[in-house]
C-alpha cells in the first residue's frame, strides 16, 4: 500500500455544486495532515490543516477518520476559481520525519 | 518578507552534463525540503534538512544526485550525468522547523524546471 494515496481525478463538478475527495495514509501513527492546493505550473500552497476534530474554512471543511486511515476536503459552493489540483500530505511519526504528498486530485468545475 | 527562492527558473542541459540547483529559504526557517515534480504527479520527496544535516535523503533516487546546506540557510541541489528521465520540476520548501507542524507548514518555491535533452 502507498504511503499517502489519493484518486487523480479529474472531478468535473458544475459551478456551485458541493465536491468531496478522499486521502487515505497508510502509517497509522501518522500524526498531523493538510492539504494543499496547486495551480497548474505553480508551486503547492497550503490551503488548510487538517485537525482531529475536524476544520472549516468558508466554503471548505476537512476531516480526518484515523479509525479508517483517510483524510477529505469538502467544497460547498464551488467556483470556477476552485479549480486546480489538491494534493494530500501526511507528515511522519516523529518530529524530524518527512513529509509525504499524495499525487494530487485534479478538480475542474464547469460554468 | 521574502520567500523562497530558486533559481534557475529554468535549466537546459544536455544528456551527461552536471547541474546544480540553487535554494535559498525563507529567512530563519531551518527545515529545507527538496521535492521533484513530474507532469500530472504530486511532489515526489527527495531529501530533508534540518539545520546543516540531511535527517532524511532517502528520496534521492541513486548516487548521481547530492544535496548540500552547509550553513543552514542555502541548499545546493547537484545531478551528475543527466539523463533524459531526471527532467521535472524541482521544488524547494522551508519550514521554521519540526516544531508544532500544524504551524509550521511548508512554504515553496517556484521551482527550477530543468530539461534534459
Known amino acids: 500500500r502507498k504511503e499517502v494515496e489519493q484518486d487523480p481525478g479529474p472531478f468535473n463538478v458544475p459551478e456551485g455544486a458541493t465536491v468531496a475527495f478522499n486521502c487515505t495514509y497508510s502509517?497509522?501513527?501518522?500524526?498531523?495532515f493538510f492539504w494543499y492546493r496547486q495551480d497548474c505550473r505553480k508551486e503547492p500552497k497550503l490551503l488548510m490543516s487538517?485537525?482531529?476534530s475536524g476544520n472549516e474554512d468558508g466554503r471548505f471543511t476537512a476531516q480526518l477518520n484515523r479509525a479508517s486511515q483517510y483524510i477529505s476536503l469538502l467544497i460547498r459552493d464551488s467556483k470556477l476559481s476552485d479549480s486546480a489540483t489538491y494534493l494530500c500530505v501526511v507528515n511522519g511519526v516523529n518530529r524530524d520525519d518527512k513529509i509525504i504528498f499524495g499525487k494530487g486530485t485534479r478538480l475542474h468545475i464547469l460554468p | 518578507g521574502a520567500g523562497v527562492s530558486q533559481t534557475p527558473s529554468n535549466k537546459v542541459t544536455e544528456k551527461g552534463k552536471y547541474v546544480e540547483l540553487r535554494c535559498d529559504p525563507i529567512s530563519g526557517h531551518t527545515a529545507l525540503y527538496w521535492y521533484r515534480q513530474s507532469l500530472g504527479q504530486g511532489p515526489e520527496f527527495l531529501i530533508y534538512?534540518?539545520?546543516?544535516?540531511?535527517?532524511?535523503d532517502s528520496g534521492l533516487p541513486n548516487d548521481r544526485f547530492f544535496a548540500v546546506r552547509p550553513e543552514g540557510s542555502v541548499s545546493t541541489l547537484k545531478i551528475q550525468r543527466t539523463e533524459r528521465g531526471d527532467s521535472a520540476v524541482y521544488l524547494c520548501?522551508?519550514?521554521?522547523?519540526?516544531?508544532?507542524?500544524?504551524?509550521?507548514?511548508?512554504?515553496f518555491g517556484n521551482g527550477t524546471r530543468l530539461t534534459v535533452t
Open positions: 534538512f534540518q539545520g546543516t544535516g540531511a535527517a532524511d
Open positions: 487538517v485537525y482531529s
Open positions: 502509517n497509522s501513527a501518522s500524526q498531523s
Open positions: 520548501a522551508s519550514s521554521s522547523g519540526p516544531g508544532d507542524p500544524f504551524n509550521s507548514p511548508l512554504h
